[in-house]
Nanobody
């Protein structure tokens, strides 16, 4: 079992930066692809970024490409989302998730079944 806890959310002005952290637990954490999702009020949860189990491949939704960077440190069982040039439309609750299958690539279509509690990101104009 992989258990996840997000942190690092907060209030930031447009153009600013935040780094979200996801602390994982479980013996096999390093073998699972990880992803960040977000959900704004009244909207469906959407894929933001994903990372291969080894960190060798990443995926991003188009709207964050070039602004966000997902990374992981398997030795520390941590996943990060560095968010730069934030926009008001980035405002959402951000969730960390792990793939149900080991050795995944972190693609948007993977089956993510383990979720953290979420951390709020608010970007003001």
């Amino acid at each position: 079992q992989v258990q996840l806890v997000e942190s690092g959310g907060g209030l930031v002005q447009a153009g600013g930066s935040l780094r979200l952290s996801c602390a994982g637990s479980g013996q096999s954490f390093s073998r699972y692809a990880m992803a960040w999702f977000r959900q704004a009020p009244g909207k469906e949860r959407e894929f933001v970024a994903g990372i291969m189990w080894s960190g060798g491949r990443t995926y991003y939704r188009d709207s964050v490409e070039g602004r966000f960077t997902i990374s992981r440190d398997n030795a520390k069982k941590m996943v990060y989302l560095q968010m730069n040039s934030l926009k008001p439309e980035d405002t959402a609750v951000y969730y960390c998730a792990s793939d149900v299958f080991a050795n995944g690539l972190g693609s948007p279509t993977a089956r993510y079944t383990n979720w953290g509690q979420g951390t709020q990101v608010t970007v003001s104009t």
